[in-house]
């Protein structure tokens, strides 16, 4: 059986490669190319394990990552390694685990005497191909959820002795106010308050929409708190749900944005 290690040792370049520059992309760290690339050569010695089954043990893998973050990233203070090596591990177990689909996925079973050779250059070909694809994906999944989900809060309101508890999205784009007596609106899932809000009789605010001008129920509650933040004078609107996602059931004001930042 021909075991060809240039082409894993090249596979474990390119995937320590890809982790290592994911970990300073994701932190900010601002590395060079050739430092990266250098704290990828040496991970890539794992590649020899195929014929030093000792390299395989569990703490010098962990030794070696410690060993290509500290050449990659250098030594600050602990909290800077620290952060370091809890993204280059979990970025591993990611990357880890699609290598293993990808094993899984390309693994043909042949009676030839090539069947191991063919397994590996497909392999290789769907790292090639594959790879970038998975790396940009998570890159983007990364930065979308650190611009979305920091504006994620905790809503509290009471409503008619009913509390609510919810997640709610800080959007400066909500300008809506009434201007009776300038209370900013906090728009709230309808669909959470439907059968709550009986008998009760709502304060009409003017909304302007892109396409047609509405009037919206709004209601003075009880109690209002973001983040532990008790915030007063505030009303809450009723919109429809179609305009909230992932989880989201209430869009806060711009307008009280100087009292929870």
Same mark, same amino acid.
Do not use: E, Q, T
């Given at each position: 059986m021909k075991i060809y290690v240039d082409i894993i040792f090249l596979i474990n370049l390119i995937y320590d490669y890809l982790i290592l520059n994911s970990v300073n992309i994701v932190l900010r760290r601002r590395i060079k190319v050739k430092r990266i690339l250098c704290g990828?050569?040496?991970?890539?010695?794992?590649?020899f394990g195929i014929f030093y089954p000792l390299l395989n043990n569990i703490y010098l893998t962990l030794l070696l990552g410690i060993i290509m973050v500290l050449l990659t990233f250098g030594f600050k203070?602990? %909290?800077?390694?620290?952060?370091? /090596? &809890? *993204?280059?591990?979990?970025?591993?177990?990611?990357?880890?685990?699609?290598?293993?689909?990808?094993?899984?996925k390309f693994n043909h079973h042949y009676n030839s005497?090539?069947?191991y050779n063919f397994q590996i250059m497909t392999n290789f070909i769907g790292i090639i191909i594959l790879s970038p694809i998975i790396y940009f994906f998570y890159l983007y999944a990364n930065k979308n959820n650190?611009?979305?989900?920091?504006?994620?809060?905790?809503?509290k309101f009471s409503l008619k002795n009913k509390i609510y508890d919810i997640t709610a999205f800080y959007d400066t784009g909500?300008?809506?106010?009434?201007?009776?007596?300038?209370?900013?609106? %906090?728009?709230?899932n309808e669909? /959470? &308050? *439907?059968?709550?809000?009986?008998?009760?009789s709502p304060?009409?605010?003017?909304?302007?929409?892109?396409?047609?001008?509405?009037?919206?129920?709004?209601y003075k509650p009880n109690l209002l708190v973001v983040n532990n933040r008790v915030i007063n004078n505030t009303l809450i609107g009723l919109w429809d749900k179609s305009n909230f996602y992932d989880g989201i059931d209430a869009i806060i004001s711009g307008y009280i944005g100087d009292k929870i930042l």
């Open positions: 990828s050569f040496i991970g890539s010695i794992s590649a203070d602990i %909290i800077y390694l620290k952060n370091n /090596l &809890l *993204y280059f591990y979990l970025i591993s177990v990611i990357f880890g685990g699609f290598l293993y689909l990808v094993n899984i005497s090539d069947a650190n611009v979305n989900h920091k504006n994620y809060y905790n809503l909500n300008l809506i106010k009434d201007p009776y007596k300038g209370r900013p609106v %906090i728009l709230i669909k /959470l &308050l *439907y059968g709550d809000i009986k008998n009760k304060i009409y605010v003017p909304c302007n929409m892109i396409n047609n001008h509405i009037l919206l129920k709004c």
